[in-house]
Each structure stands twice: as structure tokens, then as C-alpha cells.
Nanobody, 117 residues
């Protein structure tokens, strides 16, 4: 029922920038704790950033100062702005509606980011 569709991934050079988008349906982004995860090849999926309904953002130490999570309430879309990209950021990135009391986590299908050196 809840649908999350990521887009904006691609191939970029180290030091470059990319903005990921997450279009949501049957869910109001502004009313939920949203997040971005990534899965690096051969590794476990890891939480990158979250954005609460109140606008509070949190980041993994590995991306702090380089990535920015935000939303456009009118478009019901979540974003992840990625600056100063590093080859270590290469991964499939997933949009989520985070777990809350009485509600399970919802996942998008992911979008691939490749950072070349």
C-alpha cells in the first residue's frame, strides 16, 4: 500500500555531487520519521540519515557534513543531497518510512550510486 520510489542515482566522479529523490504515495512524508539507508556491496545495510516529522535530522558519522536530508512537503518527496562524494559512498541507496509504535518499516526498491576515482 505504501509506496516509496527512489530516483537520482548514477555515476559520478569523486568530489562530485548527486541528489537522490524519494517520491511517496499513500503516506505523508511530513507526518513520518523518514530515512535513507545504503547497502555497500558485500556489507550489511546501514542507516545514513533520518528526518523526523518535527524536522530534526540525524546523520551517520561517515556522511556528516557531506550529506543533507530534506523534504518538499508540497511534493510529498524526501531528498538526500550528497556532496563531496567519495568512492566509499558507492552503494545502493534506499528510502524508508522508519519503524514507529504500531507501524513497520517500509522500503523503496533502491537507486544505485557509483563514485569513481
Amino acid at each position: 500500500q505504501v509506496q516509496l520510489e527512489e530516483s537520482g542515482g548514477g555515476l559520478v566522479r569523486a568530489g562530485g555531487s548527486l541528489r537522490l529523490s524519494c517520491a511517496a504515495s499513500n503516506i505523508i512524508v511530513e507526518h513520518n520519521l523518514m530515512g535513507w539507508y545504503r547497502q555497500i556491496a558485500g556489507k550489511q545495510r546501514e542507516l545514513v540519515a533520518t528526518l523526523s516529522s518535527g524536522g530534526s535530522a540525524n546523520y551517520a558519522d561517515s556522511v556528516k557534513g557531506r550529506f543533507t536530508i530534506s523534504r518538499d512537503n508540497a511534493k510529498n518527496t524526501l531528498y538526500l543531497q550528497m556532496d563531496n562524494l567519495e568512492p566509499e559512498d558507492t552503494a545502493v541507496y534506499y528510502c524508508t518510512r522508519q519503524q514507529s509504535p504500531g507501524y513497520r518499516i517500509y522500503w523503496g526498491q533502491g537507486t544505485r550510486v557509483i563514485v569513481s576515482s
